[in-house]
C-alpha cells in the first residue's frame, strides 16, 4: 500500500514538475509575442520568421496582415509571420517637452553672457 501511494506522489510530482518547468514559460513567452504584435505600429522595424529586416508600412486588423517596406518593394505578410521587432518607430516629442527644453537653453545663454 505504500509504495502505491508514493508512486502516486512521485508521478504527481513529475506533472507538476513538467508544468513548470515546460508548460508555464511557453504560455508566457505566448504572452509576450502577442503583446509585442499588439503595439506593432506602422515605422517599427522588424524580423519575419524567416529573417527578413523590414519597416512596418501599413497594418491591417481585420485581414491581420502587416505590410512591410523592404527598401521600397512593399510585402504582405500575415501578423503571425513577425518574430520581433528590432527597432520601435520614435514618439514625435509633444509640444510641452519642447517648452521644457526651451527655457533651459535660455537659461544657459544668459549665464555664458555674464
Known amino acids: ?6 508512486t502516486i506522489v512521485m508521478f504527481v510530482v513529475l506533472i507538476a514538475l513538467m508544468y513548470f518547468m515546460m508548460i508555464k514559460p511557453q504560455k508566457k513567452q505566448q504572452q509576450q509575442h502577442q503583446k509585442m504584435l499588439s503595439e506593432l505600429k ?4 522588424i524580423t519575419t520568421i524567416g529573417g527578413l529586416h523590414a519597416v512596418v508600412s501599413e497594418i491591417d486588423t481585420e485581414k491581420a496582415l502587416v505590410t512591410l517596406d523592404c527598401d521600397g518593394v512593399y510585402l504582405d505578410f500575415s501578423r503571425n509571420a513577425i518574430a520581433r521587432v528590432t527597432k520601435k518607430a520614435e514618439s514625435k516629442p509633444t509640444a510641452a517637452a ?3 527644453k526651451a527655457p533651459e537653453t535660455e537659461e544657459t545663454t544668459e549665464s555664458e553672457s555674464k
Open 98 to 100: 519642447e517648452e521644457e
Open 42 to 45: 506602422p515605422g517599427d522595424e
Open 1 to 6: 500500500m505504500s509504495s502505491s501511494i508514493s
